[in-house]
């Protein structure tokens, strides 16, 4: 994603965003840190998988100040909510994934993402509502391309 602010959208017009993900979900240890996290800002998700390996998702966060790396590790730290610790306490396969390209052309477009991805996938962790759009866009939706 490589982003600047200022493009324009047109108000009232449907967005859909394309979205290709990390070619899958690592687990959540240190050393997977670095060795898969970007160092780039962008779009991460905490998930958990059943004995079934189903996932679901726990939490969505957009980083735009420092990159999906230096957040992730803020977790793992205890510096950022939810931290690693209370999460592993509960969710003892916890993982992490990323989105590792989009058409998202700006940091608005970020934002748009953002929400078009926590209101569909609809993270456990999170209040929904407070999650909110630019106001550009009349709806806003993603699909993953990674998975076609």
């Known amino acids: ?9 047109a108000p009232g017009a449907a967005r859909q965003f394309a979205v290709w993900m990390s070619e899958r979900s690592y687990r959540y240890k240190e050393e997977a ?9 962008g779009i991460y998700q905490l998930v958990t998988f059943d004995a079934e390996q189903n996932g679901t998702i726990l939490y969505l ?17 205890g510096e950022r909510q939810p931290t ?4 592993l306490s509960k969710y003892p396969n916890l993982y992490f994934g990323f989105v590792v390209d989009s058409d998202a052309k700006d940091t608005d477009d970020l934002k748009d993402l953002y929400y078009a991805m926590v209101q569909q996938e ?5 209040d929904l509502t407070a999650i909110k759009p ?5 709806s806003v939706t993603y699909k993953d391309k990674s998975i076609l």
Do not use: I
């Open 84 to 87: 690693v610790q209370d999460l």
């Open 134 to 138: 630019t106001g550009r866009y009349a």
């Open 33 to 41: 840190l670095y060795s898969h996290a970007p160092q780039r800002p």
């Open 122 to 126: 609809k993270p456990t962790l999170m």
């Open 61 to 77: 966060a957009l980083t735009l100040d420092k990159s999906v790396f230096d957040a992730l590790y803020e977790h793992w730290r």
């Open 1 to 9: 994603m490589n982003c600047k602010d200022g493009a324009g959208a």
